[in-house]
């Protein structure tokens, strides 16, 4: 049912605009959204203007002959409208409402939102651009991109718009850490936060002592990738102790870049560590 | 014995048909006097000697017989009770009383730390007799308890006395281990997330989803279902709540079964963390497969790096118990309530062969260990050069 009221909506509004009329309506070609301006009308008598646009209509009361005035907040969504008048007969005449020139806004996407250091190109931005009432604004327009990273420094790019949308691709920086991506138009700008994230360890190398009650203490150096950049606390490094067939594992995680644990003291026991796929150094314990 | 497979209307349309009366002969007297003889040598048998082996289930509802008139009886009588989760009951019933506390023997048999046991019920026993004398008993207890889980055991060798007329059972308390009162610095590392609002510009990014990927996978054909086993790693540097879900496509690309690993996987992964996944088709046979999809996903969750579980004295056992053994052991400081153990096989070309779990029954205190034992299938077990286990924890007091 709900699906036929555009059509007889459609048919309503062809009809009407399919009469000959007296009446004469004068829309401008083009109209700014957001600005007020008015139309003359001819004849006499009374008239009911329909407007009829993406998201507006509006059904006024007017008197032939004057000019119908249009406030600064009637027309605001950017589209093509068609205006019905309807009095002794009808007429019709259609306008586009075109967005405002000034840019308001910009949605800015950054993607990914986390990546490993030193990756080219890796970063990708995105700004569509928006006047104050939301509408795209179609022609081009300049946005630059600024991308600084944790250790100060920046890359800058311009692009120019293309139907309401610039985009660019930067590079990850070499050191970790977040950087602040940053689109800017005419004033307005718009920041995302990319958390760049070390790599791989590079290498990892651990040192075994005894510890109480019949132990191995198992340290490993602080654990970079090949940036020379700290791996993020968490990632698991994995110690293994073998010794006459048995086996001992513990996955532990970096706590401040440095991973630590405790393993039985088995005299001639073999202690290896490693994280991921990148393997350690190997440790043959003697007792001491 | 004879049987007339004739009807009525059949013998009735026979004429050659002549009705036979049953004979009375001297045959079915010796017989009945045979049978009356062999059940009375029978009887006189069981009561002189009596089975020594003895099986049940347990009957939470079961009838207290107080005064036990065999070992075996004693020790049914024990577990029943044991089973109604009596305590004051089971504890009546032993013989060893003075040497221990009530609250003591309850705490042996279900643990004192909120584990796995502490919700466990005893859901069959077998009683078998290693050594029977005029006065005293060893009896083996094998004890199946049902948890959520699935099932554990745990066997006893209990010595029953006679006092007076009665059997008493001496329970062998394994007293539980206590970690003396002490401060344990930990450097604690947790991840919290703000993800974004809904007042956010649709614009603005939300934290991604952690990056995880599907390292190893391998289908097998077992019985009357199709396994799935394979290795998931995060790639990231943050947690990830994983799963691993898989659809087995026939030749026309229908799906035939979806499925999901459930709890052979360790959901929470930390950064560069793999763990296994096994995921069952039941009544399904690889032949039918044409391709497999798999589907692992993966959320951003607050997480805690703590508690690290040490695995130790891993250990390969042949046939007939073929079997991964070894001992957890709690590096941090929080009591692990239930711990859960998946192991990883490999063969000599480092495929993977097999998937398998155990739940430890015992809560994991600091540095105390407790022993664990994934069964391997016997066919399983020739296969098998290398192994990986992983551990996951619950901790009750983070669930609440």
Redesign the interface.
């Known amino acids: 049912m709900t699906g036929r009221i555009p059509l007889v909506l459609c048919a309503f509004v062809f009809a009407l605009a399919t009469v000959a009329a007296a009446q004469d309506l004068r829309f401008p070609a083009r109209v700014e959204a957001g600005t007020a301006f008015s139309i003359p009308t001819t004849g006499s008598g009374e008239a009911t203007l329909y407007v009829v646009g993406p998201g507006d209509a509006i059904a006024r009361k007017v008197h032939l002959g004057e000019e119908i005035e249009f406030e600064a907040d009637d027309l605001h969504n950017a589209g093509h409208y068609l205006a019905i008048l309807t009095g002794s007969s009808s007429v019709s005449t259609q306008f586009d409402v075109v967005p405002s020139r000034q840019p308001a ?10 990546l490993a250091v030193n990756r080219p190109d890796g970063i990708s931005g995105v700004t ?1 651009i928006f006047d104050i009432f939301g509408n795209l604004l179609l022609k081009p327009e300049d946005v630059s991109f600024q991308l600084s990273d944790a250790t100060g420094g920046t890359q800058l790019r311009n692009a120019s718009s293309h139907e309401g949308v610039a985009w660019v691709q930067m590079n990850s920086a070499p050191k970790a850490g977040p950087a602040h991506f940053q689109a800017t138009l005419s004033g307005v700008h ?1 920041t ?1 936060i990319v958390e760049e ?2 790599g ?1 360890p590079c290498s990892i190398h651990m040192t075994a002592r005894p510890a109480s009650s019949g132990r191995v203490l198992l340290q490993t150096d602080p654990v970079r990738d090949c940036n020379g950049n700290p791996v ?5 490094v994995s110690f293994t102790e073998t010794h006459d ?9 970096l ?2 870049s440095v991973a630590q ?4 003291a088995a005299s001639g026991a073999t202690i290896s560590v490693a ?2 796929v990148v393997l350690g150094n190997e440790i043959r314990w003697g007792g001491r | 014995m004879s049987a007339n497979f004739m009807s009525d209307d059949q013998q009735s349309a026979n004429p050659e048909f002549v009705e036979q009366k049953p004979r009375r002969t001297g045959t079915g007297i010796l017989f009945a006097l045979i049978l009356f003889a062999l059940t009375a040598a029978l009887i006189a048998i069981g009561t002189i000697w009596p089975n020594q082996e003895d099986s049940g289930v347990a009957e939470p509802r079961g009838r207290v017989v107080i005064s036990a008139s065999s070992p075996q009886v004693a020790v049914n009588d024990l577990l029943q009770q044991i089973a109604r989760r009596d305590w004051h009951a089971a504890y009546e019933l032993l013989a060893n009383k003075g040497e221990f506390s009530e609250s003591e023997f309850r705490n042996d048999i279900i643990g004192e730390y909120g584990s796995l046991r502490s919700y466990a019920t005893l859901n069959q026993f077998d009683v078998q007799s290693v050594h029977a004398s005029e006065d005293q008993a060893q009896m083996r207890a094998h004890m199946i308890w049902a948890s959520v889980v699935g099932t554990f055991e745990d066997s006893r060798d209990l010595r029953v006395v006679k006092n007076g007329r009665r059997w008493e059972v001496s329970w062998p308390l394994v007293k539980e281990a206590r970690v003396p009162p002490q401060v344990i610095p930990v ?1 604690y ?1 947790r ?1 919290d997330v703000i993800y974004r609002g809904p007042e956010d ?8 989803a952690p990056h995880v990927r599907i390292v190893a996978m391998h289908p097998v054909d077992r019985a009357d279902e199709v396994i799935l086993m394979g290795e998931i ?1 995060n ?5 990830a709540f994983v799963t691993v879900k898989a659809s087995l496509l026939d030749s026309k690309g229908r799906v035939i079964g979806t499925e999901d690993a459930f709890d052979k996987i360790s959901h929470v992964l ?4 793999v763990s296994p996944f096994r995921i069952d088709f039941h009544n399904t046979r690889l032949s039918q497969v044409d391709s497999i999809r798999m589907q692992p996903s993966s959320n951003l969750v607050p997480a805690s ?2 508690p ?8 390969l056992n042949p046939l007939p118990n073929a079997s991964l053994s ?1 001992q957890l052991v709690n ?1 941090s400081g929080q009591v692990v309530n239930v711990a859960h153990v998946i192991g990883t096989f490999y063969d000599g070309g480092g495929q993977i062969v097999w998937v398998a779990d155990q739940y430890p029954s015992r809560a994991l205190l600091p540095g105390t260990p407790v022993p664990f034992q994934i069964t391997l299938p016997a066919d399983i077990s020739n296969k098998v050069k290398t192994y ?3 551990t996951t924890t619950y901790i009750s007091s983070r669930i609440q």
């Open positions: 806004s910009l949605s800015f996407l950054a993607k990914p939102s986390r569509y718009a995302r994230v070390p791989d993020p606390d968490g990632t698991i067939g048995r086996v001992s594992t513990v996955d532990v995680p706590k401040r644990t405790e393993l039985p994280a991921g | 450097n590392l991840w510009d649709w614009g603005a990014q939300d934290v991604e790693l790639e990231d540097v943050i947690p930390l950064p560069k963390q790096a703590d690290v579980i040490g695995i130790e004295s891993q250990k070894g590096q990986r286990a992983v």
